[in-house]
């Protein structure tokens, strides 16, 4: 079965059931301790304990191998497994849920317990997300995710503007889902006409099942427009802008954006069951991909708000994981998939460096921001290093897999596309560092805020999300080792 190895020929528990299982777990013990401080002790260790579970069940995945560590209940249509790229994104989901519960108790923030139960439920989610090999389960996990961050903008919405931002998010969102959940109609039907009325919806018996045609093309049409949507690729980014402005300023952006799952669903998904649709329409895809580099580094350039101005970042910098995934090679796509990781670390820890910011000041409007380096350094400097990693800078992880996808990229497209797409990123550095001078290094105006310094817990949240990223980025060659058999894998059904 293309590689497959039951849990019962590696381990006598099945650990990726209880991966699943434990967030759900702890979802419904945060929920019935209400309000009580034990509700707090009890999110946070149910988050780290996760984390610490996800780093067992990842020394047990033999790098050389592409699904292992597989389970499956045919009656159900539960089908799970694990490879290098989905241990990388497990390790990043479990770390950043355990550093938002951290996040939340440093802003004080009213119900911590119910704000607790939800981020576990959309850890539940993304967690079922990565491991199912069954795409309609993956859409059913992605629903269970959107909820909870929905509940989470609704729960804590107290103006108008929060408002809209929610029904736009809702829109955008809501309408992904519904082409998501028709793509994966089409591939179970497309499955039965194949197979004389038996319908599937399983990635091993899908694979290489569906004729070149009419399936395959509005399978990738819907699926992809429904996984970029949630990416956000552009231009089908114009929920997030709003969102990041007037939402839940971290919790939220980190849950839809911080791990990359549109990404890895385009690779784990897309790819392999419409190869052919992906080669006719490959170029087109990287073509609006290259132009979203350039066009939403333009608008960072006019926002005169930091948390737009992190948005837009996020969508260009998401353009250049599409360059790399689409160009079908397997430096490209393990590129890709690192760059997936490297963004999500770094995105979510300047955006809990703009909630600090905004607890103390009460604004994130870059005129009403200054000096701030002078009062928080160690928040500044965090800031700073993320903004590094983001644009690829030696001893981040961003470093070799923007290699990797610029290579792919020269060997796909050639130079002159190549260059281009180095030229946004240059671009994408400008306009985070005069961010970052216009909030943290400009000298100090009159009558500005009273900043407080720096908290032992603000230390906390930033320093493990700075050491985790400067670890990866030093000492990549395991990683790289990671995530090789799995990129290799999907690179394989375009060999040429």
């Not at 694990?82 to 004080?108: E, K």
């Not at 009213?110 to 576990?120: D, T, W």
């Not at 109609?185 to 990635?203: I, N, P």
């Not at 894998?489 to 040429?496: D, E, I, P």
Request: charged fraction near 10%; hydrophobic fraction near 60%; include cysteine.
């Amino acid at each position: 079965m293309n590689g497959e190895i039951f849990w019962y020929q590696q381990t006598a528990v099945p650990l990726l059931a209880l991966v699943q299982l434990l967030p759900l777990l702890g979802a419904a013990v945060v929920l019935a301790l209400g309000e009580r401080p034990l509700a707090v002790l009890a999110g946070k260790l149910f988050a780290a304990g996760e984390l610490l579970l996800v780093a067992f069940t990842a020394s047990r995945v033999d790098a050389a191998l592409a699904f292992q560590l597989a389970e499956r209940i045919d009656l159900l249509g539960y089908h799970v497994a694990i490879d290098g790229i989905a241990v990388m994104f497990l390790l990043l989901t479990a770390l950043l849920t355990l550093l938002m519960t951290l996040y939340g108790m440093s802003r004080g923030m009213i119900s911590p317990g119910r704000l607790f139960a939800v981020l576990l439920l959309a850890e539940a989610g993304l967690v079922g997300m990565l491991l199912t090999l069954n795409i309609a389960w993956f859409a059913f996990f992605s629903a269970l995710e959107l909820w909870a961050v929905v509940y989470l903008l609704r729960r804590w919405a107290s103006s108008r503007a929060e408002t809209q931002a929610l029904a736009r998010f809702v829109q955008y969102q809501g309408f992904g889902l519904a082409l998501f959940v028709a793509g994966c109609f089409v591939l179970g039907w497309g499955y039965a006409e194949v197979t004389g009325g038996r319908w599937s919806f399983d990635l091993f018996d899908l694979t290489g099942t569906l004729p070149a045609g009419k399936f395959q093309t509005a399978a990738f049409y819907l699926l992809f427009y429904g996984l970029a949507v949630r990416t956000p690729l552009f231009p089908l980014h114009g929920w997030l802008p709003n969102m990041a402005q007037h939402g839940l300023i971290a919790v939220a952006p980190a849950l839809m954006v911080g791990v990359k799952v549109g990404v890895f669903g385009m690779a784990r998904f897309v790819l392999p069951l419409t190869p052919d649709a992906v080669l006719d329409w490959q170029a087109y895809v990287v073509g609006f991909a290259m132009a979203g580099v350039f066009f939403t580094a333009a608008l960072a350039f006019l926002q005169t708000n930091l948390r737009r101005l992190l948005a837009f970042a996020v969508v260009s910098h998401t353009s250049l994981l599409v360059i790399g995934l689409f160009s079908l090679h397997a430096a490209g796509i393990q590129g890709a998939m690192l760059l997936a990781a490297n963004f999500g670390l770094a995105v979510t820890g300047m955006w809990f460096i703009v909630g600090f910011v905004f607890r103390r000041t009460g604004t994130t409007e870059l005129g009403e921001l200054s000096g701030l380096f002078e009062r928080i350094p160690f928040l500044a400097i965090a800031f700073l290093i993320f903004g590094l990693a983001i644009v690829g800078m030696p001893g981040t992880p961003g470093f070799d897999a923007a290699h990797l996808v610029l290579e792919a990229s020269i060997a796909r497209f050639g130079a002159l596309p190549t260059v281009a797409t180095a030229l946004g990123n240059v671009a994408a550095a400008g306009f985070l560092l005069w961010g970052f001078q216009k909030a943290f290094l400009s000298q100090e105006k009159s009558g500005s805020h009273d900043v407080d310094r720096t908290q032992p817990m603000e230390y906390a949240v930033c320093g493990l999300a700075v050491a985790a990223l400067l670890a990866i980025g030093f000492f990549a060659e395991p990683w790289l080792q990671l995530t090789d058999a799995a990129s290799q894998a999907v690179a394989g059904r375009f060999a040429r």
